[in-house]
């Protein structure tokens, strides 16, 4: 078998036994709450992995564009999927349809009703019914409707649609106090209108270990706590010792005392910085920062380190946002015990329509 020191570089690898520690710990937690646990795959866009999310006792799984859908749809991953995406257009109409009759259940996710109205006619010439929840913002400033009033009248609005079904209610993320004091008053809303809401969904790997806190949540979407990442242990939710995720890389060039170029730039690693300084952490050189990317090339500053890295070097990086870099390769590599267990063609790698 193949021992991790033979790969060629830069290597995007996840430790095994970690992926399976982090799969444990969640949905264990979840389960404590008596919340559902839907996945996010957007985060490894690996069938196999999603298999053994679905393994561990996940409902379902969440896919955020039509073209994971249909890929894990292909993979016989899940029966149960949400689409947490507004599907604008005949053509990923056509398609949402096409799912549709495919699986158990395809649930959609939209908040505003040029959106419903689309999906309602597609559903009804083609004779499906689509269940769907009402997107909420609770304070992240992206999609969902602003108030709790508008996730009423937006229900309402679709629930006349024909081909339509409601289900429920989604945000990203679960935040504190704005989340809990929008689905109360929302809730409180729906009840009064004699409406049922089986589905209250909340999301976020930072916001899994609060979900407690929310007592109106049903069920839970995160996808990063699979691999865990920079910005994740920055959040408090994990440790180094967490992050399944290393990009394996080679100094090719020190340039200067305190500088160390990595073969690998903004075609493996990702931009977002979010709350942190860098561009990934260095294991084993952790006083080291990666201060710039080019699309080879990663600059590292080694000013503070007391031991340096020479050429040829191999180091793992964690990156800030292990989403991304997963759709900038065409494989990753499963390690256990240094030896390579799995190689997983990223199957819904550039899947963004």
Request: glycine fraction near 8%; proline fraction near 5%.
């Amino acid at each position: 078998m193949t021992r991790v020191t033979e790969l060629d570089t830069p290597a995007v690898t996840v430790r095994l036994d970690i992926v399976e520690r982090n799969i444990r710990r969640v949905h264990d937690h979840l389960a404590r709450l008596g919340i559902a646990n839907r996945p996010h795959v957007k985060t490894h866009k690996i069938p196999a992995l999603g298999r053994m999310q679905m393994a561990a006792g996940a409902v379902g799984i969440t896919c955020q564009k039509l073209g994971e859908v249909e890929v894990f749809t292909d993979a016989g991953v899940a029966d149960d999927v949400l689409l947490t995406f507004n599907v604008i257009g005949r053509a990923k109409v056509e398609r949402l349809v096409a799912l549709t009759r495919r699986l158990r259940r395809l649930a959609v996710v939209f908040d505003n009703d040029v959106v419903a109205r689309a999906i309602s006619e597609g559903a009804r010439a083609g004779g499906v019914e689509v269940p769907f929840l009402v997107e909420c913002d609770t304070g992240f400033g992206r999609n969902g409707v602003q108030t709790p009033e508008a996730a009423l009248e937006l229900a309402r609005t679709a629930m006349r649609l024909p081909g339509l079904r409601f289900e429920g209610l989604m945000t990203f993320p679960n935040r504190e106090p704005g989340t809990r004091a929008f689905l109360e008053r929302a809730l409180e809303l729906f009840k009064r209108d004699g409406t049922a809401v089986p589905v209250v969904s909340g999301g976020g790997t930072p916001a899994i270990f609060t979900a407690q806190s929310i007592p109106q949540l049903t069920e839970h979407r995160a996808g990063t706590y699979i691999y865990n990442d920079r910005m994740v242990v920055a959040s408090g939710t994990a440790t180094w010792d967490d992050c399944a995720m290393r990009v394996r890389c080679t100094v090719v060039s020190r340039p200067t005392a305190d500088r160390a170029i990595l073969d690998a730039g903004s075609k493996v690693f990702t931009s977002d910085l979010y709350t942190v300084t860098g561009y990934g952490h260095v294991l084993e050189y952790p006083e080291a920062t990666v201060v710039t990317l080019s699309e080879e090339h990663g600059v590292v500053e080694l000013s503070a380190c007391r031991a340096r890295p020479q050429i040829g070097d191999v180091v793992e990086v964690v990156p800030n946002h292990c989403c991304v870099v997963s759709n900038m390769v065409d494989e990753v590599y499963g390690v256990r015990d240094g030896t390579v267990e799995a190689v997983w063609p990223v199957a819904a790698r550039g899947e963004v329509r």
